[in-house]
């Protein structure tokens, strides 16, 4: 009998402790209440099954038995109340715990009557036990209807869940596994089975499984409980030592270490509290960074839609205009006077840029959604730049500067690699072109080498040259360098941009070296080889 009295008294100390420093710790959170009213649940029948298994007569046993089931009555119900306050599913399943309580309320008024316990009787090695009465049944049936239906709302919440949310519950799981499977060996006597209730430690397992859940994962604030518990505990039994002295020397040693020990305690406590403090705030801050983030991408893709949408509705009519525009010129509605030419040319030439706009932004948008699809091909980089020069030429000529392509002997070819033809075209074209736009005297050269394995374009220039602050952010989007925004006023800042994203999807690498302002500019394209 001393075995049941004592897991009957260590399963009362431990949830009295545990519901008592939970409770005081924060006493307005709900969740708090909760475990501590749970808490005392397990208290209550704890208390009364430590006085039964050593009742000296029938009465005593009677009512211990009687006073312990008030406890066991709702154990269930407020363990199901806790579990839907942490699982935020209170306002979903109110009715079923209303129920739950009404049922255990009115089975309570009835624990004091024959119709709950009948009789106490002998059984197995027990002096007394009780005989169920009929509403005992019922009282068996709620009570494992309510822990079963806990079971099943953590074990879908953890299906659910995930990080430090799923090992919280997980933990919560093994716990209430142990303690209700073991604490059912309490009812195979009253049904005449011969097992005695030898899984009622499980019930302080239990405890101490939560305990630790909440304590390794941050529940409730159990670690300053339990170290201001620690602290405690140890100051009683110093105190104690201190008052048990003997000597004057032991009176001036232990109170020495008593008042050093409280010193420490008081220390240990603050900076457990500190801690929890600054990771509540981290805690705060990742919600409210990972809610900021989020809607930061909901933005960018709706900014994303936006440009595509916008941009496939504007370059139909932009493409009709320089249709009708470059017919005009042609003379096809016949001729023009000279005075109206020069502003059609001039509108021709803004409808194209426009055009080249809307292209950008269509890459943009496709680029950052994922949608820029590639079509590879083994080709010689040589003959790109052969007809970006030839379509650039007469651009330098006007301007009255060189444009150099330094093609290389045929007995020293190059070799074809794989990539996408119109891509690496319009990446090369953009930058021979802002090369002659940011040069106003002498000479743009184009030269291919392979380096390392790898095949390198060297685009050079002598013109408004950059520092090393501006070639930091010159392949950003809409950034444009000092001399951009002097020289040529038009762009907009994409181009560059959109030829790293290029070269980039091609495995390759794009970068720009400056020797400072005025005194030119060399960009570099570098391009994995790739030979048949």
């Given at each position: 009998m001393l075995f049941y009295a004592l897991t009957g008294l260590i399963n009362a100390i431990t949830s009295t402790f545990l519901g008592?420093?939970?409770?005081?710790?924060?006493?307005?959170?709900?969740?708090?209440?909760?475990?501590?009213?749970?808490?005392?649940?397990?208290?209550?029948w704890s208390y009364a099954y430590y006085f039964w298994p050593g009742a000296a007569d029938k009465k005593i046993a009677l009512l211990s038995f009687q006073l312990l089931h008030i406890?066991?009555?709702?154990?269930?119900?407020?363990?199901?109340?806790?579990?839907?306050?942490?699982?935020?599913?209170?306002?979903?399943?109110?009715?079923?715990?209303?129920?739950?309580?009404?049922?255990?309320?009115?089975?309570?008024?009835?624990?004091?009557?024959?119709?709950?316990?009948?009789?106490?009787?002998?059984?197995?090695?027990?002096?007394?036990?009780?005989?169920?009465?009929?509403?005992?049944?019922?009282?068996?049936?709620?009570?494992?209807?309510?822990?079963?239906?806990?079971?099943?709302?953590?074990?879908?919440?953890?299906?659910?869940?995930?990080?430090?949310?799923r090992k919280q519950i997980k933990y919560i799981l093994i716990g209430t596994a142990i303690g209700y499977i073991g604490g059912a060996t309490n009812y195979f006597l009253w049904y005449n089975i011969p097992i005695p209730p030898v899984g009622n430690w499980s019930v302080t397992l239990y405890l101490i499984i939560v305990a630790y859940a909440i304590v390794k994962y941050h529940l409730m604030e159990i670690r300053v409980v339990l170290t201001q518990l620690l602290v405690g505990v140890i100051a009683i039994l110093l105190l104690f030592q201190f008052l048990a002295s003997e000597t004057l020397f032991e009176y001036i040693w232990k109170g020495a270490l008593l008042v050093a020990f409280l010193i420490f305690g008081w220390f240990l406590i603050k900076s457990v509290l500190l801690e929890i403090r600054s990771r509540e705030r981290f805690q705060e801050l990742t919600i409210k960074l990972k809610k900021a983030y989020k809607e930061l991408e909901r933005l960018d893709k709706a900014k994303s839609e936006f440009i595509s949408?916008?941009?496939?509705?504007?370059?139909?009519?932009?493409?009709?205009?320089?249709?009708?525009?470059?017919?005009?010129?042609?003379?096809?509605?016949?001729?023009?006077?000279?005075?109206?030419?020069?502003?059609?040319?001039?509108?021709?030439?803004?409808?194209?840029?426009?055009?080249?706009?809307?292209?950008?932004?269509?890459?943009?948008?496709?680029?950052?959604?994922?949608?820029?699809?590639?079509?590879?091909?083994?080709?010689?980089?040589?003959?790109?730049?052969?007809?970006?020069?030839?379509e650039l030429k007469i651009q330098a000529k006007?301007?009255?500067?060189?444009?150099?392509?330094?093609?290389?002997?045929?007995?020293?070819?190059?070799?074809?690699?794989?990539?996408?033809?119109?891509?690496?075209?319009?990446?090369?074209?953009?930058?021979?072109?802002?090369?002659?736009?940011?040069?106003?005297?002498?000479?743009?050269?184009?030269?291919?080498?392979?380096?390392?394995?790898?095949?390198?374009?060297?685009i050079s220039d002598t013109g408004a040259g950059m520092t090393k602050e501006e070639a930091s952010y010159l392949f950003e989007s809409f950034?444009?360098?000092?001399?951009?925004?002097?020289?040529?006023?038009?762009?907009?800042?994409?181009?560059?941009?959109?030829?790293?994203?290029?070269?980039?999807?091609?495995?390759?690498?794009?970068?720009?070296?400056?020797?400072?302002?005025?005194?030119?500019?060399?960009f570099y394209i570098e391009l994995p080889i790739k030979i048949k």
């Open positions: 008592f420093f939970v409770y005081f710790k924060n006493r307005k959170s709900k969740i708090n209440q909760l475990f501590a009213l749970f808490c005392l649940s397990v208290a209550v406890g066991a009555i709702f154990i269930p119900i407020v363990y199901l109340h806790f579990i839907l306050v942490w699982l935020n599913l209170y306002k979903e399943k109110k009715a079923i715990l209303k129920l739950g309580y009404l049922a255990s309320f009115i089975l309570s008024c009835f624990v004091f009557t024959p119709l709950f316990i009948k009789d106490m009787v002998p059984k197995l090695s027990f002096k007394y036990w009780g005989e169920p009465g009929i509403l005992y049944h019922f009282f068996l049936f709620i009570f494992l209807t309510y822990a079963f239906y806990a079971f099943y709302l953590l074990l879908k919440a953890y299906q659910k869940s995930l990080g430090t949310r949408i916008a941009s496939h509705q504007l370059r139909t009519p932009l493409t009709a205009i320089k249709g009708y525009i470059s017919m005009i010129l042609e003379g096809v509605y016949g001729q023009m006077s000279k005075k109206i030419k020069k502003p059609m040319e001039n509108v021709y030439k803004s409808n194209e840029r426009l055009i080249k706009l809307i292209n950008d932004l269509l890459s943009v948008s496709r680029i950052e959604s994922g949608r820029m699809e590639m079509d590879f091909q083994m080709v010689l980089p040589s003959e790109i730049i052969t007809s970006c020069v030839e006007n301007k009255k500067i060189g444009l150099k392509w330094e093609e290389p002997p045929k007995q020293e070819a190059l070799p074809r690699i794989s990539i996408d033809r119109d891509k690496m075209r319009q990446v090369i074209l953009n930058i021979i072109d802002n090369a002659i736009k940011y040069t106003e005297g002498g000479e743009v050269r184009i030269k291919c080498q392979i380096v390392d394995d790898k095949y390198r374009i060297v950034s444009r360098g000092k001399a951009g925004t002097e020289l040529c006023a038009e762009g907009v800042g994409l181009g560059l941009y959109i030829a790293k994203k290029f070269v980039e999807m091609h495995g390759g690498k794009i970068w720009a070296t400056s020797l400072g302002k005025g005194k030119g500019s060399t």
